[in-house]
């Protein structure tokens, strides 16, 4: 088990290296120049080259013949291998100060929106699939699929309309109300607010959590519904689910314990691949939102060019979805006394 | 348990009572460093922080005195010498004073300057601009920047300028304090830093990606503010920021899309305010194209676009079209000999067209922006509506369009674009803001056109001392560029802002971003 996580945070470690490369070759490949987008309507040729000139940015990407480390990629690397993602072009705020301040606003999204995803969609998937056929189980495959089909900005603002401006329930958008001021302690507003006794605050946060969480939350919980059902409908149908009930066990035994237990191994692998797409996801709802999170900040600097911010923003995503494969990969052998990793 | 109540209904309360403003802004600053940052949202957090030297009068873009409270040229605007208010303070208790002037000017102008910081990414590119270059540059217009006592600086210039004072007082180029930049060094202007200036409010603090907070400046030199706390909200999408209006989260916002301003008046609890033009919208017609190069051909085009009915159909009533290139608080600069704009007359056109050589038309392409302006909210129907006018002259029209950035770069470089869309929105109250930036020497090279004429027209206007001079410049400007035609003005749009009635005396700006100290609340909930 020690030298199989080991082995994985090696492997880890390589292809954080290997996307260091690809993404910096990418984001370079993008037509248009940040130097161009940041002077916006007033970058004149000659304004945009010498602002080029004094962001580094004329400089060869991986070689120069007349100073070998004078190139972009080594002077990147240098600095990225001593824990230095660089600053934001324009705003000379360092890349981890930006996200730190913002990853625990995306963690505490996407955790909700996961939470909902399977608090919802499991329990639905379970359903359909011991009413099969019912109109349980037709409710269920209908909304899963409005869930996948639906656009995640478009909604969004419905719901923020409907909930706030309409109903006035909760929030249209932000992370916490102007009345409101929470120090950070772990930077999830719920639990430092709990933390230095804000209650109100904590109360405040959470609503305007639900919304985005629901938006964020729409697709995973149309899929983790589905892939419950056909994975619960696959072990119903398996011998030793038979052999449970034939021996007199209880339904509910039969169904939680042995059926739901063993469905759940391709649900753990959704939740896996979902960590990416979650990500992902973020940048529409973070921006829709106003959630202050890394989804609407790498939305905006890819509009700017803002190389540096690319870079660190694809990495540090990149090192969270591998994390996240490694915690399901761990939890398989959880869940499955027959899989073990040496 | 007891305590986390108490502490908890305390924070509620506290909350509730205190009189908080909050404007709901579009997007994040980049920076709260002044001379270093050019964004909307930027300036209109700096505005509030920093007061510049020279100011704008309320709602216009004539001069007032800020920091400065007198500012004089030597006799052949050369040389010009600013009086100092005294007895001001930064919010840390530095003075204000000559050596902060200097000091200010001094690192965005002079590239070799300790406190500048440009090893480490500072550019003060706007400074570039809009003053020609920096210290030594052939280019630049400031030659030297000298204290002459405590509350007097003179600026020297290496060509006559009379636009200096107007050019300092656009909202890039706040004054702050030198103890504050030397103490926090590089990491001036982002959020684990605290500007500091002499305006009236100071900084709070800045939550990234969220809001920054700001509070009133009691002993500020001018109008004190009228709330107990400033809050600015980063709302980047439009329709969210009239969501939050509308739910009473926030008090005010700017940049509403037009379109909702039927929402905006159907609102009993809010008021659409119009910012006052300060822009222009306009399709630029590039003469490296064989047909751009026939100046009856841009004649035609010129006069086959109904620019009142499409400015009617996408503005919702809040734009100007039938307009010269400069917007019309500076209609003193246009020329009384030629109309402000060529007629729609399709028949005209058709025969223009026919008498250019070209009686069955041509095809041409036609650029629209990927991105929402100020002075293009929707950029492609507008284009859509262009093509349509177009093809009832026999002028075939396709429209193409990219990235906004590779947009930016393509269009100066050779060939560029045959016909594209883009306009530009003011710094400061002067026409060489928009001449200058369009037809100088320095301007894109999108049209291929530069005649000499016009860039000594420039200098002049530059150079001239008074707005009779100007005027009489300008006006042979108007007329030259009347007649040439490589770009013609679309629109001088109002952008669209809203505020909750109980908002009361907000005062926006043509310049885009202003004070919020006018502003008082009364009846909030």
């Known amino acids: 088990m020690g030298s199989y996580l080991i082995r994985r945070l090696l492997r880890t470690l390589l292809v954080m290296l290997g996307i260091s490369l690809v993404v910096f070759v990418f984001v370079r490949s993008i037509p248009g120049d940040p130097a161009v987008a940041m002077l916006g309507e007033r970058a004149t040729p000659e304004a945009a080259a010498a602002l080029r000139e004094q962001l580094g940015l004329n400089k060869p990407w991986f070689f120069n013949p007349a100073n070998p480390l004078d190139a972009q990629y080594p002077k990147y690397m240098g600095a990225l291998l001593q824990g230095d993602l660089g600053s934001g072009l324009k705003s000379n705020i360092p890349v981890w100060d930006d996200l730190r301040a913002r990853f625990p606003a995306t963690a505490e999204l996407s955790i909700a929106a996961l939470l909902f995803a399977l608090l919802i969609g499991m329990p639905a998937g379970v359903l359909a699939a011991l009413r099969r056929n019912s109109v349980w189980d037709n409710l269920a495959t209908t909304i899963s699929l409005v869930g996948v089909s639906m656009p995640v900005f478009w909604l969004g603002l419905l719901l923020s309309y409907f909930f706030a401006v309409k109903l006035g329930w909760l929030p249209p958008s932000g992370r916490l109300g102007t009345d409101y001021d929470i120090q950070p302690i772990t930077g999830f507003y719920i639990l430092d607010a709990l933390l230095r006794g804000q209650t109100a605050a904590a109360w405040d946060a959470l609503r305007h959590l639900i919304l985005p969480a629901i938006a964020l939350g729409s697709i995973p919980l149309a899929i983790i519904a589905r892939i419950t059902r056909s994975s619960m409908l696959d072990v119903l149908g398996q011998d030793y689910v038979r052999t449970a009930r034939a021996k007199g066990l209880a339904f509910r035994s039969v169904t939680m314990k042995h059926a739901l237990r063993n469905a759940l191994l391709p649900v753990v692998t959704v939740i896996g691949l979902q960590a990416g797409a979650l990500l992902g996801g973020a940048v529409l709802t973070e921006t829709i939102f106003s959630w202050p999170g890394i989804g609407s900040w790498v939305y905006e600097a890819i509009s700017q060019r803002d190389y540096p911010i690319i870079q660190g923003g694809v990495i540090f995503a990149a090192l969270v979805v591998s994390l996240a494969n490694l915690i399901v990969d761990l939890s398989y052998a959880a869940l499955d006394p027959r899989i073990q990793y040496s | ?525």
């Open chain 2, 1 to 525: 348990m007891k305590k986390l109540l108490l502490t908890a209904l305390l924070s509620t309360l506290s909350g509730a009572s205190a009189a908080t403003l909050v404007f709901g802004g579009n997007g994040e600053p980049v920076s709260l460093e002044s001379g270093n940052i050019t964004d909307g949202i930027s300036i209109l957090v700096q505005r509030q922080i920093y007061d510049t030297l020279v100011d704008f009068k309320n709602g216009t873009t004539d001069l007032m005195p800020g920091l400065a409270t007198k500012w004089t040229p030597n006799a052949n605007n050369t040389s010009w010498t600013f009086t100092l208010r005294k007895g001001v303070r930064f919010h840390d208790g530095t003075p204000f004073n000559a050596d902060a002037v200097v000091f200010n000017l001094g690192r965005w102008w002079d590239k070799a300057h300790p406190y500048g910081f440009r090893d480490q990414g500072r550019t003060f590119e706007i400074m570039g601009e809009l003053l020609g270059g920096y210290k030594g540059d052939a280019t630049a217009v400031i030659k030297n920047i000298v204290k002459v006592n405590d509350s007097t600086v003179r600026v020297d210039l290496n060509k006559p300028s009379s636009v200096l004072p107007n050019v300092l007082a656009a909202g890039y180029f706040g004054i702050a304090s030198p103890t504050a930049i030397k103490k926090e060094g590089a990491k001036y202007g982002t959020p684990a830093s605290k500007p500091i200036g002499t305006g009236p409010f100071i900084f709070q603090s800045w939550r990234t990606g969220d809001r920054v907070t700001l509070l009133p400046n009691k002993v500020y030199w001018g109008e004190k503010a009228k709330v107990d706390q400033l809050v600015i909200r980063s709302i980047k999408d439009a329709s969210q920021r009239l969501n939050e209006l509308k739910a009473g989260t926030i008090d005010f916002a700017n940049d509403l899309t037009p379109d909702s301003l039927k929402s905006v008046q159907a609102d009993k609890n809010l008021v659409a305010v119009k910012r006052p033009s300060f822009n222009v919208g306009f399709v630029a017609l590039n003469n490296r194209n064989q047909y751009l190069k026939n100046d009856k051909v841009r004649q035609a085009i010129s006069m086959a676009i109904n620019k009142k009915e499409i400015v009617d159909a996408f503005w919702n009533g809040l734009g100007v079209s039938n307009a010269s290139f400069l917007p019309p608080v500076m209609s003193w600069a246009n020329s009384p000999k030629v109309p402000a704009d060529y007629k729609f007359d399709p028949q005209a056109a058709k025969r223009m067209l026919a008498e250019a050589g070209y009686p069955n038309g041509f095809t041409i392409d036609l650029w629209y922006m990927p991105v929402s302006r100020p002075y293009f909210p929707t950029p492609k129907p507008i284009a859509e509506a262009i093509a349509a006018d177009l093809s009832a002259i026999g002028i075939k029209v396709n429209l193409k369009t990219q990235d906004w950035a590779k947009y930016l770069e393509e269009r100066n470089k050779e060939p560029g674009f045959d016909m594209y869309m883009i306009g530009w929105t003011g710094d400061y109250g002067d026409p060489d803001n928009f001449y200058g930036a369009y037809y100088g020497s320095n301007a894109s090279d999108d049209i291929n056109w530069n005649p000499a004429n016009v860039q000594t027209l420039l200098e002049q206007g530059r150079a001239a001392a008074t707005q009779a001079a100007k005027a009489k410049v300008y006006q042979q400007l108007h007329e030259i560029t009347y007649n040439a035609n490589y770009r013609i003005p679309m629109v001088h749009s109002n952008p669209l802002a809203a505020a909750r009635t109980y908002v009361k005396g907000w005062i926006p700006s043509p310049l885009g971003s202003e004070a919020f100290n006018t502003i008082s609340i009364t009846g909030k909930k």
